[in-house]
Antibody, heavy 126, light 107 residues
Framework: QVQLQESGPGLVKPSQTLSLTCTVS??????????WSWIRQPAGKGLEWIGR???????KYNPSLKSRVTISVDTSKNQFSLKLSYVTAADTAVYYC??????????????????WGQGTLVTVSS | SSELTQDPAVSVALGQTVRITCQGD??????ASWYQQKPGQAPVLVIY???NRPSGIPDRFSGSSSGNTASLTITGAQAEDEADYYC??????????FGGGTKLTVL
């Protein structure tokens, strides 16, 4: 079964760029009709969708973060990555990667996130 | 992104039935998916589509939808169901959003 694992620095300075990688195991990132997503959760708060990428490279970002977010994929390494620029303390959160399935053939369309990585805490502080 | 509204907290007596709701205009057009999150753990998918459960999710979990409201029902709540629950949906632009979450307490 497919498993996802986030990795990257746990501490980032304000105004710098947060960079995380999600490694997919148990299956090929390019097989199947899936989207690969990033979701974050500040301590004690709810989930926020950051964005997603298809293995073709097509991306979709949360409009509130779009100007600062870049998601990329490396199929040769079975990984996808998140870069969030100009971070502030408000970007401190647990960051999750997840696989999204998006079924458009029926009506209405159906989408869901499964599985998720275990999450990684990123703290923005000087 | 569309806005999804959930009650912050709900409680249920052990073995009773509880409904957790999610409201939003996008739910008139799209299904919600539901996630269970226990402290210190990643969210887990419990319901998607009209009323689909992933493998391993007990059949006491069910989903429904009416108008602008999606519901997650737990029939015969167990102590292990105590968790935060989040709904997720999409809008017409393809953006995704989550509800604010509902903390379920099993008494």
């Amino acid at each position: 079964q497919v498993q996802l694992q986030e990795s990257g620095p746990g501490l980032v300075k304000p105004s710098q760029t947060l960079s995380l990688t999600c490694t997919v195991s148990g299956g090929f990132i390019s097989s199947g009709d899936y989207y690969w997503s990033w979701i974050r959760q500040p301590a004690g708060k709810g989930l926020e969708w950051i964005g997603r990428i298809y293995t073709s490279g097509s991306t979709k970002y949360n409009p509130s973060l779009k100007s600062r977010v870049t998601i990329s994929v490396d199929t040769s390494k079975n990984q996808f990555s998140l870069k969030l620029s100009y971070v502030t303390a408000a970007d401190t959160a647990v960051y999750y990667c997840a696989r999204e399935e998006d079924i458009l053939t029926g009506y209405p369309p159906i989408n869901w996130f499964d599985p998720w990585g275990q999450g990684t805490l990123v703290t923005v502080s000087s | 992104s569309s806005e999804l509204t959930q009650d912050p907290a709900v409680s249920v007596a052990l073995g009773q039935t509880v409904r957790i709701t999610c409201q939003g205009d996008s739910l008139r057009s799209y299904y919600a998916s539901w996630y269970q999150q226990k402290p210190g753990q990643a969210p887990v998918l419990v319901i998607y589509g009209k009323n689909n459960r992933p493998s391993g999710i007990p059949d006491r979990f069910s989903g429904s939808s009416s108008g602008n409201t999606a519901s997650l029902t737990i029939t015969g709540a167990q102590a292990e169901d105590e968790a935060d629950y989040y709904c997720n949906s999409r809008d017409s632009s393809g953006n995704r959003s989550f509800g604010g979450g509902t903390k379920l307490t099993v008494l």
